[in-house]
T-cell receptor
């Protein structure tokens, strides 16, 4: 069964460093998403990506965040200069179409120290 | 804006008990509604969904009915098992992209 895969499963980084979280969406999906879940809080939408551009982003997704689909399979989230409050579980998701079921990866736990 | 409110956990039940996890929502228009489940160490998995009023989503013995009049989508199961222990998230899709999630309810089933 096709699945969304994320790497790494856990990343520890120092404050101020850049991190890149990687995702491989399901191959025939067209919409890609990033969500985050700060420990003990709700899952929050960050950004959606369609047709090689951002289609929607939340107020959390400020200038230190960027997304990219560098090739036909990967979808990355970059945090340019990490802050302590960026520590969270980051989930990638993909879907075939707008308003259809989203399939989630297992998440990357980012710890900023 | 859109929002989802679900009951706080943890919810602790004995095996074979009846389960209800409440979920209410606020949204403009006619959102689709979802329940996702997160088992320990795993990602979010879609459990069930409903796309219009009065639809009933069901899967693995779980059910939820889209109630527009009460803006609710409560999750129910008649007889829970230890393997149902997980975190359950209610969510809606009402905007152009992206899901709005509730905070999640941690369910613990004791043998």
């Amino acid at each position: 069964e096709p699945e969304v895969t994320q790497t790494p499963s856990h990343q520890v980084t120092q404050m101020g460093q850049e991190v890149i979280l990687r995702c491989v969406p399901i191959s025939n999906h067209l919409y890609f998403y990033w969500y985050r879940q700060i420990l003990g809080q709700k899952v929050e939408f960050l950004v959606s990506f369609y047709n090689n551009e951002i289609s929607e982003k939340s107020e959390i997704f400020d200038d230190q965040f960027s997304v990219e689909r560098p090739d036909g399979s990967n979808f990355t989230l970059k945090i340019r200069s990490t802050k302590l409050e960026d520590s969270a579980m980051y989930f990638c998701a993909s879907s075939r179409g707008d308003n259809t079921e989203a399939f989630f990866g297992q998440g990357t736990r980012l710890t900023v120290v | 804006g859109d929002s989802v409110t679900q009951m706080e956990g943890p919810v602790t039940l004995s095996e074979e008990a009846f389960l209800t996890i409440n979920c209410t929502y606020t949204a403009t228009g006619y959102p689709s509604l979802f329940w996702y489940v997160q088992y320990p160490g795993e990602g979010l998995q879609l459990l069930l969904k409903a796309t219009k009023a009065d639809d009933k989503g069901s899967n693995k013995g779980f059910e939820a009915t889209y109630r527009k009049e009460t803006t609710s989508f409560h999750l129910e199961k008649g007889s829970v098992q230890v393997s149902d222990s997980a975190v359950y998230f209610c969510a809606l899709s009402g905007r152009a992209d992206g899901l709005t999630f509730g905070k999640g309810t941690h369910l613990i089933i004791q043998p």
